[in-house]
């Protein structure tokens, strides 16, 4: 918009210089008061049509040139304001002219509305002088014998008025009848004889002459003239030529004879010496330049004659005899000055008062006015003509009027191309030998901003280590602005995203991390730098910058997990994979390498193997889930880099079970008869003998399942399919003396199945005893001689089998059931077995199920028959034994600590 604008400025600026030989016109009247308004330029100039009011504020008003000098008139600077500076007389300053304008040359500032204003000031006259005569009275001498219409020359009245108000007519008072007045307009004055003149009757004559100007009413001037008629005795001068009229050189050397005049006299003596002289007037006017030889007639030159100051002279000669009575009688000498071209043309600049130095905005348009020069030349005609021109492409001169230059733009100027112009203004006439001068003009071209900054680069790429210092140097960026003071003053700026990230110094450039900078969290920073100048407006460009964020070896191997659980089944070949552990570490290729291994570890560390790069994990043994079902170990990620770095993770690898172990079955075994005596009294459903069985697996591959495989003839007897609980199915009554050899097959649950045979025979006897609890006291004494015999033998094979069962499991290694069996001592009350054989104490078959629970220390008061409550324990749930019934007796109890016990199957 601002430039729309100032397209438009220039435009109308434009438009004024070209007609600038139009003269904006005032008049005044002579004689006004120092400080007089004129006018004003603002409006007269149309200024106030053109500018904004603010921009109208802005300008100023210098007077370039002012003819006739002498300051006559003054420009308000700030205002335009036309005042009288000095009181004119109109008719000083343009005597005898009959218009008198003082021209003014002006130029408006500031630079950007630069223009010339030509104004023209009448002044205008006022009738303020009237006709004046060189003298109050002149004296005119005339021979009697003069014949009628001879002349006599009077002298012209002066008005310095204008012509206007200047002397108009010229009026005789008194001596109408002798003479009569003869004027060719009011130049020349001539009194003319009218009537015969008589010396004798009449020796003298008093006119008066009165001069009127143009006024009104008319102002007047006298003159007295008073005509003294001579005695005619003699003959009177008389010269060759009534007028001469010679051309001369201006500039003669002083005492240059430039003409003869020549009177003769018929007289002779001394009545016929002739004396040369001029007139009053001419010597007068002209009695500075010329003499004229009293006795010659020589007209000498005394004075310089100069063209410029005089074109013509008009001399009036006299000669007369010498008797000072004698009749004067007057010649014309009209001396033509030829003008030489004795002038160069002189030039001056209007530089202005303020700036002092010549100045032009770059980039205006051609045409744009520069400065105003005034030339002169004092000569006339061709010599006084002259043409200027100036050696520039860059600028053109144009002439404005007969002595106004301007010199203007003739090209586009770039200051950034060249920022003063040398210019030469030659100017030179027309003269035959022509005489030229020149001046030599400094033009300073005035900055505009028109260049953008420009960067030294479209893209800067660096690189700098991560986790730089705060504030560490990364890259300086420079842009360049051609133009000058602030217009070329750059500043840079980031935008706002990097601004966290990156900072950069406005004046310098300079590229700083605000913080670290993280490889990982990015590779490169991408971003624009912007360059800004401080013109108005400001000029702008971008330039991107690429920062490549070096690797530094700063991270570790990352696990995907924080623990890895994997199952596995037991008894897998040697290298079965396990599962993989994966991990990674951030850095770049460089740094980023890494492996894995296994921490070495006395517990299981040994058992597993790892590959190195893929983090696979392999077995190295064979395992049984059995001897042991969880393992765990560390894993380590190690980094390869320049720092050895590791992260750990760990592992457990849980063992799932294979159907691996056949059931073993703990009872009846080799070592313990497997033979059963049995009551024929016994009834249906009464437990008989308790199978007992174990399988290590677990789960299905460990669920038992008993079953009598061959010897139930008649399907007497009857398992439990699970428990293992042999029990009466039919009647037994029949069957005294008789001998089942019974084979009972104990199988798991696994695929395939697993499967272990025992034997347990049975025996019917009629001697066996068979009754409720509370009878078995009342064993008959013949009895209890062959219970005590029993018992003896009894305990002594126990002791026997005890020692034999500490041996084996010292050898062996023993079965460590305490995993199993963990359980508190707590023989509070004992329950005697019943219908057991020679067990002593012991746990219990419980309700059908397989569990082993009891926990009893062994007490030597025990005895076959005893009756003694007693509880059973459970690790995991505590059983009340109280109320279970107890029929069957397994085990044996060796020995029991605090709060394990340690359990041995016979
Ligand atoms: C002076 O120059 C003007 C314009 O160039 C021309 O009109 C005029 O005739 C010239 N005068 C003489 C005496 O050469
Ligand atoms: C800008 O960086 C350059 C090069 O490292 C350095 O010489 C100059 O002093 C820095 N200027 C500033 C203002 O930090
Ligand atoms: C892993 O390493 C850390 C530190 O080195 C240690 O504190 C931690 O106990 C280790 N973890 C394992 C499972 O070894
Ligand atoms: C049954 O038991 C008694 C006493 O124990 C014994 O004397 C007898 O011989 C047994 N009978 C048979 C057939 O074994
Ligand atoms: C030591 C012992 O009592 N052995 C007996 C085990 O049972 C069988 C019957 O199956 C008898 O014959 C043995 O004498």
Redesign the pocket.
Known sequence: MQCVTSLLLCLLACASMATSDEFIRFDVTEERAIGTEIGNLVESAGLDKIYSSDDLKQLRFSVLEQVPSGDLLAVDYDTGRLTVAKTMDRDVLCAGQSTCVVKLVLQVQPIEHVRILQIAVTIIDVNDNAPVFAADTKTLSLLETSPLGVVLSLPRANDPDSPKFSVQRYELIGGADTFELKTEGTDDIQLLLKTTLDYENRDSYSITLVAYDGGSPPKSGHLQIDVLVLDANDNKPRFESGSYEITVDENLPLETTIIRVTASDVDTGVNGEVIYGFSEETADVFGELFTIDTGTGDVVVIGNIDYEQQKSCVLTVTARNKDPKSLVVTTKVTVNIHDLNDNSPFIKVNTLPSSGQLEVLEGTSIGTYVVYLTVRDQD???NG?FTCSLNSNHFAIKQLHKTGFKIETAAELDREEMSKHDITVVCID?GATPRSSSKTLLIHVIDKNDNAPKFTQATYVTSVLENNAPGAFIIQVTAHDADANKNGEVSYSVKDEVGNRINIDATSGNITAVSALDYEQSHTIEFNVIATDHGEPSLTNIAKVIITIIDVDDEKPVFSKTHYEFPLYENVALGAEVGTVSAVDADSSLFNNFFFSIRPDMNAGNSFGIDPDNGKIFTTKQMDRETKAVYNFVVLATSSGLRAVSTNVSVSVLLSDRNDNEPIIDYPNAIYNNTVYVSPKFPVGHMIYHVMAHDDDIGLNARLNFKITSGNHGNIFQIGRSSGVLTVAAVLDELDHEKFQLVISVSDGGTPRLATECNVNIIVNDSVVYGPLSNTREISNQNLTIVVCIAAITAVLTAILLAAILIIVRRHGGRNWNDKYKCHTQVNDRKALTGGTSSIDGAAYLNGTSQYNKCDAPDSNDSYGSEQPFSMHSRENPIDCSSLQVSYVSFIYTRCTDLTCYMYNI
Do not use: V
Request: charged share 0%.
């Open positions: 006339s005609g061709a003509n027309s």
